[in-house]
């Protein structure tokens, strides 16, 4: 219980750095001088600090938010309790847990989207299921694969490859933040929040691109073979690595728009998935 | 005035139709028609290739004892505006509408019926520029009218509010304020419709204040836009110096086409960074405004100012540039080049700016005119249509450019017409500065300008910009009538913005498209209705009528 409290107050603090960090680098990026790396903890801190302003939902709509933001710690922790042993010798019921709690986080962040009488946030909301629903099953896929730790190098190739892609995506980042896409939803699914509650869907928001970062740290460390104190290390140092490739990703790219980004999801991952399923199926 | 036999025939056609020739300039031919066949002289006109640039009303009750329309069309094959009078009797104020044959009078002609009162027959009619609680009966562009009176606000019925889909009263996709309802069936727009004017300022009425004479009215005209001042000033000067009848020095008009290409370099710039910022691409965003500082310290180290330059006087130009300056400006043009031409790669590889902008804002050329559209965004649909080219003004007849045109009349089209023209620009630049001869930058003129009427007109970064200028041998303009790019390009929105057969739109496509157009309003306002085009009703979406259209898609 106490290193779960620990490891969640680590990614609390770290999370909101990273981003910090993804700022800076954006900026550096667009040859800005960009805020200081602690920003985003700025933001967080001061958000706390104002009224609460409870849109329409009053109670249950906070509820829904604190939840969200709780089950992503949950999430968090799972993972970081996962890399303590590596991927390929993870139990079932904790895998099988780390999904049900990422499918929580997102079903929490639709309803929190749709329940607003706002036509941006339910737009913004349904698009955010539309690309979860394109993007998740194979998550959940590749993560039971490379969980079981059957399989050759080359099938856990290409399931890292669908892990990757997948967990970039409920990172919420260009090209796929159009469930906020500012000039066509004024923020879409945020767009109701101020103060504390948005205070704590941008804590949610930063935590989620935790989770997502440390997943392909978690895949891609799996490949070294370590276990125990060493395999958590690995995932460690190797998280802020993915949280930096992503940034240079996202940075380099433009927003797409919800028919082009499911169609390309569902080419891309369907692909790559079926290709898993032969190769495990054949035992290749 | 180019292909002089080909105008007389048209001329002829037109007077058979029962237009009366009322004055003949180099470039410009006025005529008269009555109010009952305005409409077959217009439709003449239009079908012989003339295209409306706009209309104006004027109360002339103190110089004829009427109102008056003026249609002010363009044959620029044959180098003439021609200008079509049509006098209305005050007590009895209607005009036959020309709208059934040219659409693109539409909002000019319901502008000139809000504001000075001439009603049209035979179209559809709305209060347009005025706002909602302004009195009836109240006419701001009659001369009786005070520039400063504040008729009392009258109450009307409210609205209904269109709660639900509220998008304003600011919207981050619209810089500046107007109101739009998408007419939608899931996230594909089928149909839509336009209401804007929410802050009109009143500027000509301004102008034909007391206070202004026609010096200070060019102050006026610069400020009508924060990007593209320059130009609204420069048109006021062509058309006041059109009426005085005098020539401006040659390097006066070398310096004009310097500051106007610089204006067009810097707005060009700005609306890629815009358009990338639409769709998410905030790199080459930042990248581009950052470049463009280049030429906004080039500006401001050529005129003094960043925005507002204050370079155009009547007579010439306030501001000489001197050989250090010429280099450094040559020496940004340098850089620019470069960068843009970056620029340019970047947008016709970058497979995110394709997938956005590519088959998205449809303007199709028959479309681009018979709407009358302007500027890039006709040139971006095979209009070659540019007013330098089509009527040298400054010194753009000594200066090779091409016109740069695309046909692929989508949102692509028009990026690539913005940056082609912002090389041509650079290169306008460099030969105006090779070219420019010495002497003076500005003649004295009266400060009493003479009877009469002029055009000007200058091809902005949006498309052309028009000044119709009525002076009645004082030192204040009677009438001055402005017609900006926007005005013209904003009625081709409804057709880029509609889908029809395999031509869809959806709402992510809306900003990039409202974009394209470049739009130049003034800002607020609010919301975005969603209607359902089946039934043909319009009603407050609730969460369980959205929820429900959506799990059906």
Same mark, same amino acid.
């Given at each position: 219980?106490?290193?779960?409290?620990?490891?969640?107050?680590?990614?609390?603090?770290?999370?909101?750095?990273?981003?910090?960090?993804?700022?800076?680098?954006?900026?550096?990026?667009?040859?800005?001088?960009?805020?200081?790396?602690?920003?985003?903890?700025? =933001?967080?801190?001061?958000?706390?600090?104002?009224?609460?302003?409870?849109?329409?939902?009053?109670?249950?709509?906070?509820?829904?938010?604190?939840?969200?933001?709780?089950?992503?710690?949950?999430?968090?922790?799972?993972?970081?309790?996962?890399?303590?042993?590596?991927?390929?010798?993870?139990?079932?019921?904790?895998?099988?847990?780390?999904?049900?709690?990422?499918?929580?986080?997102?079903?929490?962040?639709?309803?929190?989207?749709?329940?607003?009488?706002?036509?941006?946030?339910?737009?913004?909301?349904?698009?955010?299921?539309?690309?979860?629903?394109?993007?998740?099953?194979?998550?959940?896929?590749?993560?039971?694969?490379?969980?079981?730790?059957?399989?050759?190098?080359?099938?856990?190739?290409?399931?890292?490859?669908?892990?990757?892609?997948?967990?970039?995506?409920?990172?919420?980042?260009?090209?796929?933040?159009?469930?906020?896409?500012?000039?066509?939803?004024?923020?879409?699914?945020?767009?109701?929040?101020?103060?504390?509650?948005?205070?704590?869907?941008?804590?949610?928001?930063?935590?989620?691109?935790?989770?997502?970062?440390?997943?392909?740290?978690?895949?891609?460390?799996?490949?070294?073979?370590?276990?125990?104190?060493?395999?958590?290390?690995?995932?460690?140092?190797?998280?802020?690595?993915?949280?930096?490739?992503?940034?240079?990703?996202?940075?380099?790219?433009?927003?797409?728009?919800?028919?082009?980004?499911?169609?390309?999801?569902?080419?891309?991952?369907?692909?790559?998935?079926?290709?898993?399923?032969?190769?495990?199926?054949?035992?290749? | 005035?180019?292909?002089?036999?080909?105008?007389?025939?048209?001329?002829?056609?037109?007077?058979?139709?029962?237009?009366?020739?009322?004055?003949?300039?180099?470039?410009?031919?006025?005529?008269?028609?009555?109010?009952?066949?305005?409409?077959?002289?217009?439709?003449?006109?239009?079908?012989?290739?003339?295209?409306?640039?706009?209309?104006?009303?004027?109360?002339?009750?103190?110089?004829?004892?009427?109102?008056?329309?003026?249609?002010?069309?363009?044959?620029?094959?044959?180098?003439?505006?021609?200008?079509?009078?049509?006098? #209305?009797?005050?007590?009895?104020?209607?005009?036959?509408?020309?709208?059934?044959?040219?659409?693109?009078?539409?909002?000019?002609?319901?502008?000139?019926?809000?504001?000075?009162?001439?009603?049209?027959?035979?179209?559809?009619?709305?209060?347009?520029?005025?706002?909602?609680?302004?009195?009836?009966? #109240?006419?701001?562009?009659?001369?009786?009218?005070?520039?400063?009176?504040?008729?009392?606000?009258?109450?009307?019925?409210?609205?209904?509010?269109?709660?639900? #889909?509220?998008?304003?009263?600011?919207?981050?996709?619209?810089?500046?304020?107007?109101?739009?309802?998408?007419?939608?069936?899931?996230?594909?727009?089928?149909?839509?419709?336009?209401?804007?004017?929410?802050?009109?300022?009143?500027?000509?009425?301004?102008?034909?204040?007391?206070?202004?004479?026609?010096?200070?009215?060019?102050?006026?005209?610069?400020?009508?836009?924060?990007?593209?001042?320059?130009?609204?000033?420069?048109?006021?000067?062509?058309?006041?110096?059109?009426?005085?009848?005098?020539?401006?020095?040659?390097?006066?008009?070398?310096?004009?086409?310097?500051?106007?290409?610089?204006?067009?370099?810097?707005?060009?710039?700005?609306?890629?960074?815009?358009?990338?910022?639409?769709?998410?691409?905030?790199?080459?965003?930042?990248?581009?405004?950052? =470049?463009?500082?280049?030429?906004?310290?080039?500006?401001?180290?050529?005129?003094?100012?960043?925005?507002?330059?204050?370079?155009?006087?009547?007579?010439?130009?306030?501001? =000489?540039?001197?050989?250090?300056?010429?280099?450094?400006?040559?020496?940004?043009?340098?850089?620019?080049?470069?960068?843009?031409?970056?620029?340019?790669?970047?947008?016709?590889?970058?497979?995110?700016?394709?997938?956005?902008?590519?088959?998205?804002?449809?303007?199709?050329?028959?479309?681009?005119?018979?709407?009358?559209?302007?500027?890039?965004?006709?040139?971006?649909?095979?209009?070659?249509?540019?007013?330098?080219?089509?009527?040298?003004?400054?010194?753009?007849?000594?200066?090779?450019?091409?016109?740069?045109?695309?046909?692929?009349?989508?949102?692509?089209?028009?990026?690539?017409?913005?940056?082609?023209?912002?090389?041509?620009?650079?290169?306008?630049?460099?030969?105006?500065?090779?070219?420019?001869?010495?002497?003076?930058?500005?003649?004295?003129?009266?400060?009493?300008?003479?009877?009469?009427?002029?055009?000007?007109?200058?091809?902005?970064?949006?498309?052309?910009?028009?000044?119709?200028?009525?002076?009645?041998?004082?030192?204040?303009?009677?009438?001055?009538?402005?017609?900006?790019?926007?005005?013209?390009?904003?009625?081709?929105?409804?057709?880029?913005?509609?889908?029809?057969?395999?031509?869809?739109?959806?709402?992510?496509?809306?900003?990039?498209?409202?974009?394209?157009?470049?739009?130049?309003?003034?800002?607020?306002?609010?919301?975005?209705?969603?209607?359902?085009?089946?039934?043909?009703?319009?009603?407050?979406?609730?969460?369980?009528?959205?929820?429900?259209?959506?799990?059906?898609?």
């Amino acid at each position: 219980v106490l290193y779960s409290i620990a490891v969640a107050i680590l990614s609390l603090a770290l999370a909101p750095v990273y981003d910090g960090l993804e700022r800076k680098i954006r900026a550096a990026i667009h040859t800005r001088i960009g805020p200081p790396i602690l920003q985003t903890w700025y =933001d967080i801190l001061k958000l706390f600090t104002k009224e609460i302003v409870v849109p329409v939902g009053g109670i249950w709509y906070t509820l829904v938010t604190a939840l969200e933001l709780l089950t992503l710690i949950a999430s968090s922790t799972i993972l970081l309790h996962i890399s303590s042993y590596g991927l390929g010798k993870t139990a079932l019921l904790e895998a099988v847990t780390f999904i049900v709690l990422t499918s929580i986080v997102t079903t929490l962040a639709i309803v929190r989207a749709v329940s607003q009488n706002n036509v941006f946030s339910i737009v913004g909301g349904f698009r955010e299921f539309s690309l979860m629903l394109s993007a998740e099953p194979f998550l959940a896929l590749s993560f039971l694969l490379l969980a079981s730790g059957a399989g050759s190098l080359a099938s856990k190739s290409i399931a890292t490859a669908v892990l990757a892609i997948s967990s970039y995506v409920i990172s919420g980042r260009v090209p796929y933040d159009i469930a906020e896409a500012e000039p066509e939803l004024a923020s879409g699914v945020n767009i109701e929040l101020a103060g504390p509650l948005l205070g704590l869907a941008t804590t949610s928001s930063v935590l989620k691109k935790l989770v997502s970062a440390t997943l392909t740290a978690l895949a891609l460390t799996s490949f070294v073979g370590l276990s125990g104190f060493s395999s958590l290390m690995a995932v460690v140092i190797a998280t802020p690595i993915t949280w930096v490739t992503h940034t240079i990703v996202s940075t380099i790219l433009g927003r797409s728009r919800v028919d082009l980004a499911i169609r390309f999801l569902y080419v891309s991952l369907f692909s790559l998935s079926l290709t898993l399923v032969l190769s495990f199926g054949l035992g290749l | 005035m180019k292909n002089e036999s080909v105008l007389s025939n048209t001329v002829k056609v037109l007077e058979g139709l029962g237009a009366v020739v009322e004055e003949v300039k180099d470039s410009e031919v006025y005529l008269r028609a009555t109010r009952e066949s305005v409409r077959a002289v217009a439709k003449a006109l239009y079908s012989s290739g003339a295209y409306l640039r706009t209309c104006a009303g004027v109360d002339e009750r103190e110089l004829s004892g009427m109102l008056a329309v003026y249609y002010i069309f363009g044959l620029d094959e044959q180098g003439v505006d021609v200008v079509l009078r049509v006098l #209305v009797p005050e007590g009895d104020p209607w005009s036959a509408s020309i709208v059934p044959d040219v659409p693109a009078a539409d909002w000019c002609e319901l502008e000139v019926r809000d504001l000075l009162g001439i009603d049209f027959r035979g179209r559809l009619t709305k209060r347009l520029v005025l706002p909602e609680d302004w009195p009836d009966g #109240v006419y701001p562009l009659r001369k009786e009218f005070k520039y400063d009176e504040k008729p009392s606000r009258v109450l009307r019925e409210e609205l209904p509010e269109e709660a639900g #889909v509220p998008v304003g009263p600011y919207h981050p996709a619209l810089h500046e304020p107007e109101y739009f309802e998408l007419y939608v069936e899931g996230e594909k727009v089928v149909d839509i419709a336009y209401r804007g004017f929410h802050v009109h300022r009143g500027i000509e009425k301004l102008a034909e204040s007391q206070r202004f004479t026609y010096k200070q009215v060019l102050y006026i005209a610069e400020r009508i836009c924060g990007i593209c001042g320059i130009v609204h000033a420069f048109c006021l000067t062509q058309a006041t110096e059109d009426i005085i009848g005098k020539e401006i020095p040659k390097r006066a008009d070398y310096i004009r086409t310097i500051g106007l290409e610089l204006n067009r370099i810097h707005s060009h710039l700005l609306w890629l960074g815009v358009a990338a910022h639409e769709i998410g691409f905030d790199t080459l965003f930042m990248y581009v405004w950052r =470049d463009r500082e280049m030429v906004m310290d080039v500006i401001e180290d050529f005129t003094g100012n960043r925005v507002t330059y204050a370079l155009m006087t009547i007579g010439g130009v306030r501001r =000489d540039i001197p050989q250090e300056k010429a280099e450094r400006i040559l020496k940004v043009m340098d850089l620019l080049d470069e960068k843009v031409r970056k620029y340019k790669k970047m947008c016709l590889d970058e497979r995110t700016i394709r997938m956005r902008c590519d088959g998205v804002g449809i303007l199709r050329k028959e479309d681009a005119i018979a709407l009358c559209a302007v500027g890039p965004t006709a040139r971006a649909s095979g209009v070659p249509f540019d007013v330098r080219a089509d009527d040298p003004h400054a010194a753009y007849d000594e200066i090779p450019f091409r016109v740069v045109t695309y046909d692929t009349c989508d949102v692509t089209a028009r990026l690539l017409v913005r940056i082609d023209e912002t090389l041509e620009s650079i290169s306008i630049v460099r030969e105006a500065i090779k070219r420019m001869p010495s002497g003076p930058v500005r003649i004295r003129v009266p400060r009493v300008v003479p009877t009469g009427e002029g055009v000007g007109r200058t091809e902005a970064p949006r498309g052309e910009v028009i000044h119709y200028v009525r002076a009645n041998g004082t030192e204040r303009p009677f009438r001055w009538k402005v017609r900006a790019p926007t005005l013209a390009n904003l009625l081709s929105i409804p057709v880029m913005l509609t889908s029809r057969g395999d031509y869809v739109v959806n709402i992510a496509d809306v900003p990039i498209t409202f974009a394209s157009i470049d739009p130049c309003l003034s800002c607020t306002d609010r919301a975005i209705r969603f209607i359902d085009v089946s039934s043909g009703k319009s009603w407050v979406w609730t969460f369980s009528q959205i929820k429900r259209m959506y799990w059906r898609d």
